[in-house]
């Protein structure tokens, strides 16, 4: 498709079990975000990759928290030893270039920690 | 962190009303953009605005850029139910990532 695509769109987990959010950002895009918003409220930055540069991971909450991006394209949020407070919807976006240009989100993928 | 408070955090007005958003923070952006969200889907753009002062509308929202780019505001005219939604700003400094606000839902109730 054209647009921003996540997976899955509903993952139900146990506490302590690990998870992985899939991000495929529109082809062309150099950067990419993940967002993770709770009970329909603001978004909490978590990491942000722009092109062949180092990610911004000032965002992540504990070190049970990573993301990779492989081959500039694809993005993967691990979390790790899930907790019940990790709940939420995970949200990616991608942008065509630096400097703030639109940002084009997925529908996100919503993380049920039992 | 750059932390960009949103007020008021919910309202709920009737179809017809008009009503001001506000997007406020201590720190300078160089870009500050709106987006709304339905529910069960991702935020979408409704405006950039990059100059202090600027004021951009759009239909019936009109969207204002504070003088020393620290603060923003969203006004709606006419509200109808299709605007019912959660409205964010969100900010930009240089080439780092985008920070986004707390977040205004809105009804309207025709």
């Known amino acids: 498709g054209a647009g921003v695509s996540q997976s899955p769109s509903n993952k139900v987990t146990e506490k302590g079990k690990d998870v992985e959010l899939r991000c495929d950002p529109i082809?062309?895009?150099?950067?990419l975000y993940w967002y993770r918003q709770s009970l329909g409220q603001g978004l909490e930055f978590l990491i942000y990759?722009?092109?062949?540069?180092?990610?911004?991971k000032s965002g992540l909450p504990s070190d049970r928290f990573s993301a990779e991006r492989t081959g500039g394209s694809v993005s993967t949020l691990t979390i790790q030893r899930t907790q019940q407070e990790d709940s939420a919807v995970y949200l990616c976006?991608?942008?065509?270039?630096?400097?703030?240009?639109?940002?084009?989100f997925g529908e996100g993928s919503r993380l049920t920690v039992l | 962190t750059q932390l960009l408070e949103q007020s008021p955090q919910f309202l709920s007005i009737q179809e017809g009303e008009n009503l001001t958003v506000y997007c406020n923070s201590s720190s300078v952006f160089s870009s500050l953009q709106w987006y709304r969200q339905e529910p069960g889907e991702g935020p979408v753009l409704l405006v950039t605005?990059?100059?202090?002062?600027e004021v951009k509308k759009l239909k019936r929202l009109t969207f204002q850029f504070g003088d020393a780019r620290k603060d923003s505001s969203l006004h709606i005219t006419a509200a109808q139910p299709g605007d019912t939604g959660l409205y964010l700003c969100?900010?930009?400094?240089?080439?780092?990532?985008?920070?986004f606000g707390t977040g205004t839902r809105l009804t309207v109730i025709p």
């Open positions: 976006a991608s942008s065509l270039n630096r400097g703030h240009g639109e940002l084009f």
């Open positions: 990759f722009q092109g062949n540069s180092a990610p911004d």
């Open positions: 969100a900010g930009g400094a240089g080439a780092n990532n985008l920070f």
């Open positions: 605005v990059v100059t202090g002062g």
């Open positions: 082809s062309g895009h150099t950067a």
